[in-house]
Nanobody, 121 residues
Framework: QVQLAEAGGGSVQPGDSLRLSCAAS????????MGWFRQAPGKGREFVAA????????SYADSVKGRFTVSRDNVKNMLYLQMNGLKPEDTAAYYC??????????????WGQGTQVTVGS
């Protein structure tokens, strides 16, 4: 019911910024929470940030709090992740996700294909 397509990844230096975008399609998209997970080489998929469908509240992993900002534009059916002060440990494939709720302890139902972010040392 929901399809997601990420864009905006790239190779940058520490301290740089990137803005990821996710184009979402599907009926009743406004009833889904949306967010971002990431997967670094050799690691599992990790929660990054989410926007609740109920009240628009946002949540962040401690590792990105204060540096990343997640936002959602329901008119354009877009989700964004503004990433500032990028660190080498942010290097990962970033996935746009959607579910009734997006939380750290549960893998979301819908996933995009991912966009690679590489932060050099």
């Amino acid at each position: 019911q929901v399809q997601l397509a990420e864009a905006g990844g790239g190779s940058v230096q520490p301290g740089d910024s990137l803005r990821l975008s996710c184009a979402a399609s599907g009926r009743t998209l406004e009833s889904y929470s949306m967010g971002w997970f990431r997967q670094a080489p050799g690691k599992g998929r990790e929660f990054v940030a989410a926007v609740s469908w109920r009240d628009g509240s946002v949540s962040y992993a401690d590792s990105v709090k204060g540096r990343f900002t997640v936002s959602r534009d329901n008119v354009k059916n877009m989700l964004y992740l503004q990433m500032n002060g990028l660190k080498p440990e942010d290097t990962a494939a970033y996935y746009c996700v959607a579910d009734l709720e997006v939380v750290a302890e549960t893998m979301p139902w819908y996933w995009g294909q991912g966009t690679q972010v590489t932060v050099g040392s």
